[in-house]
């Protein structure tokens, strides 16, 4: 028997159990992608002569820069431009999640024990893993280069820039193996592999920013840091420019030596173990920790920093970039301001971006409210309310943690806005009050969904994971983002919450819709609720 024995056995195991997630994943991504490239691609249609100008807005600006490449005024590259990152971020993150939930998260929960008992090789369950998370990059790379086609697109560069980004859940497959051998939990492997993504987009944008332009302000030549970044190299590929393959090699080289890497881990340490030491809790736990709200917040902190971070920075972005917006004129206007409802085009860009700032945080405020189920399913749940914790209380305490964590958040990109914004076009008192304003009237649409996944998650726990993405996803492609230039008629853009949020600071913040949308949250709030004090709880087995 090798230490591979198994294996396919296995591989059968994690696709049974990852029948609905990884579809999931990949029909969502290319979805989105296909949609915005369809959406770019009337939007040029209509104004060709936009396309030139705005790729050397992209290209010459540092602050554009941190978001991605583009080489050459195309609809393909503009639209990666706006859409790799986050795919690249996602792709990233499906590969972490399928590695560690069928490594570390197997051993922590006992199945790696009862599996190694059988006839089952010593790295049959990280090779299992690893061809399974290969397996859903390949697919995926091949959906978003459809995606593209079907929207337009030329074929040689939808396939490499579908490619592209699939390549960089590739190399994180290789450093999800790699942390799931060091950290001894789920939440530590995901964690470290987290903090490796964030490195390696803080490596990217330095490259990027640091770059060279040439002199028609069509090209970027990154610097070094981009290609020490599994980012870097994706974006490196330049697809509907100069569609180079050469750089993918570097992300399977990658893949190759983490592999070799986690080979050796795994026949170093004890099955339940990791490489890193735990570290040791506080003898006495603090004061705060004797309330569900604060051992939540002790839980969610972490998470809640690092999209605090990147709210800042993205805030600081998009507020550098309001003179640059003040100075458009004729048909580069029209977009903001059919977005942000005014011809006012700095308070349509400020609308507009605090909208997609509000769907942003609507997907932190989900993923907090998803803990729910997560906190039942695996059994944590059940001594907390052995103690005088009520069902009603549990619930308040996140919903006192989600209000604030959102609040927060979306007040720290306010903020970036106003330090930028105010340098570069003064008056920062007045720019403060208006972005604040703009900000807080997100909430209401945040909260909607937040309680659309409360009653998800108390009437349907065992599909509350799939459903709240899949509305979060539709609240978001009807809304006011892609809904109109997707063409869908009214009644459809009125069943996202975000369609209701009034566009300020483009236009003044009336309170009917904003009441409407409370009402709306409080509403569900209730059924959600009485749903859980109504239920027995869906504890393990």
Not at 38 to 57: G, I, R
Not at 113 to 127: M, N, P, Q
Not at 510 to 532: F, H, R, T, Y
């Amino acid at each position: 028997m090798s230490g591979f024995t198994g294996t396919r056995r296995l591989v059968r195991l994690a696709l049974r159990r990852d029948r609905i997630t990884l579809p999931a994943w990949i029909l969502g991504m290319a979805a989105f992608l296909s949609a915005t490239t369809a959406m770019f691609e009337d939007n040029y249609a209509k104004h060709p002569e936009l396309l030139v100008p705005d790729t050397q807005v992209v290209v010459e600006n540092p602050g554009m820069r941190v978001l991605g490449l583009v080489t050459g005024p195309t609809v393909g590259g503009y639209t990666l431009h706006r859409d790799a990152l986050t795919l690249m971020v996602l792709a990233a993150l499906m590969s972490v999640f399928a590695v560690v939930r069928h490594t570390r998260q197997a051993e922590e929960l006992g199945r790696e024990e009862i599996l190694g008992a059988g006839v089952v090789g010593r790295y049959a369950s990280l090779g299992a893993a690893v061809i399974v998370a290969l397996g859903a990059n390949v697919v995926l790379a091949g959906m978003l280069g459809m995606g593209m086609i079907i929207a337009g697109q030329p074929g040689a560069g939808s396939l490499v820039a579908g490619t592209s980004i699939a390549l960089v859940g590739v190399a994180f497959t290789g450093v999800a193996a790699v942390t799931s051998q060091l950290a001894s939990t789920t939440r530590g492997a995901t964690g470290l592999a987290g903090a490796a993504l964030g490195g390696s987009f803080l490596l990217t944008a330095l490259g990027n920013v640091l770059g060279t332009v040439d002199a028609a302000g069509m090209r970027l030549t990154s610097a070094w840091p981009a290609w020490l970044s599994p980012i870097g190299w994706g974006q490196q590929m330049r697809p509907f420019a100069d569609d180079l393959w050469w750089p993918a090699g570097v992300s399977l080289l990658a893949l190759g030596l983490l592999s070799g890497v986690t080979v050796v881990l795994v026949g170093r340490r004890d099955v339940g173990r990791g490489m890193l030491p735990e570290r040791r809790g506080d003898a006495h736990a603090r004061p705060g920790l004797l309330s569900p709200a604060g051992l939540i917040w002790r839980l969610q902190r972490g998470v809640l920093l690092g999209w605090a971070i990147g709210m800042v920075g993205f805030g600081l972005v998009f507020g550098a970039l309001s003179e640059q917006i003040g100075g458009m004129e004729g048909a580069a206007t029209e977009w903001y301001a059919a977005f942000g409802g005014d011809v006012d085009l700095l308070g349509a860009y400020w609308a507009s971006m605090m909208q997609i700032a509000g769907m942003a945080v609507a997907a932190y405020v989900v993923t907090l409210a998803l803990r729910l189920h997560h906190d039942e399913a695996r059994g944590t749940l059940e001594p907390v309310l052995g103690t005088a914790v009520s069902r009603l209380r549990w619930l308040a305490a996140y919903a006192v943690n989600a209000a604030a964590g959102a609040t927060l958040l979306i007040l720290l990109l306010a903020g970036g806005m106003v330090v930028t914004g105010g340098l570069v076009l003064g008056n920062t008192a007045a720019l403060a009050r208006d972005l604040v304003g703009a900000a807080l009237v997100q909430l209401p649409a945040v909260a909607v969904l937040g309680a659309a996944v409360l009653v998800l998650v108390m009437l349907v726990p065992r599909w509350s994971v799939g459903l709240s993405w899949t509305l979060v996803g539709a609240g978001i492609f009807v809304g006011p983002m892609f809904g109109p230039s997707l063409g869908l008629p009214a009644w459809l853009l009125d069943l996202s919450p975000f369609s209701h949020v009034p566009n300020a600071p483009a236009v003044a913040i009336s309170a009917e819709p904003v009441l409407g949308l409370v009402a709306a949250c409080a509403v569900l709030a209730a059924v959600g609720a009485a749903a859980m004090r109504r239920r027995d709880l869906a504890l393990p087995a």
